[in-house]
T-cell receptor, first 114, second 111 residues
Framework: ETGVTQSPTHLIKTRGQQVTLRCSSQSGHNTVSWYQQALGQGPQFIFQYYREEENGRGNFPPRFSGLQFPNYSSELNVNALELDDSALYLC?????????????FGSGTQLSVL | RKEVEQDPGPFNVPEGATVAFNCTYS??????FFWYRQDCRKEPKLLMSVYSSGNEDGRFTAQLNRASQYISLLIRDSKLSDSATYLC????????????FGAGTRLAVHP
């Protein structure tokens, strides 16, 4: 167990809807990263939050947005859902944002868009 | 070109076999390297870091060749429990802990 929890575990939405995914970081961790893993692919970096500020973003459109709260938990919001957004969404927390900081992954949210 | 590329497999091997996975990376993913293991639709778990000098952890050996931009993972004496997807991972230079994953190589070990 990594101490990183994600909710919900599974979610079904339809095209055009909006979704919010949640992540509680491990105690003491101030950095949260989000990844999207489509079927048959490796996880792709969406963005990272460090102390409530976005600290880096991958190649995802603006309809993917995030938030980090003072307790360092985080949300990933996706607007105007598309079929290709169907994926496993992984959250990872770390003690800091430095390149040597180990990431601890949650077990993910499986999103299906119909 | 993808930043980290792997042979997708699958590799189907009998128990006890030795199997090797290869991975190449681009300049944008060239700071540090790891192998992760992922069981079906679960979170990836760190298997081992990869160093230029090569490193071993039990039955697993990882190697990095910076000149060729090539990483390998060798699994000796395969067990049924080794069946999983193995993800090759690099990180960019630039001072933060973003992981760049390859698409993964599937391994199926059969009796």
């Amino acid at each position: 167990e990594t101490g990183v929890t994600q909710s919900p575990t599974h979610l079904i939405k339809t095209r055009g809807q909006q979704v919010t995914l949640r992540c509680s970081s491990q105690s003491g961790h101030n950095t949260v990263s989000w990844y999207q893993q489509a079927l048959g692919q490796g996880p792709q970096f969406i963005f990272q939050y460090y102390r409530e500020e976005e600290n880096g973003r991958g190649n995802f459109p603006p309809r993917f947005s995030g938030l980090q709260f003072p307790n360092y938990s985080s949300e990933l919001n996706v607007n105007a859902l598309e079929l290709d957004d169907s994926a496993l969404y992984l959250c990872a927390s770390s003690l800091g944002r430095g390149e040597n900081e180990k990431l601890f992954f949650g077990s993910g949210t499986q999103l299906s868009v119909l | 070109r993808k930043e980290v590329e792997q042979d997708p497999g699958p590799f189907n091997v009998p128990e006890g076999a030795t199997v090797a996975f290869n991975c190449t990376y681009s300049n944008s993913a060239s700071q540090s390297f790891f192998w992760y293991r992922q069981d079906c639709r679960k979170e990836p778990k760190l298997l081992m870091s990869v160093y230029s000098s090569g490193n071993e952890d039990g039955r697993f050996t990882a190697q990095l060749n910076r000149a060729s931009q090539y990483i390998s993972l060798l699994i000796r004496d395969s067990k049924l429990s080794d069946s999983a997807t193995y993800l090759c991972v690099g990180t960019p230079s630039g001072g933060y802990n973003k992981l760049i994953f390859g698409a993964g190589t599937r391994l199926a070990v059969h009796p």
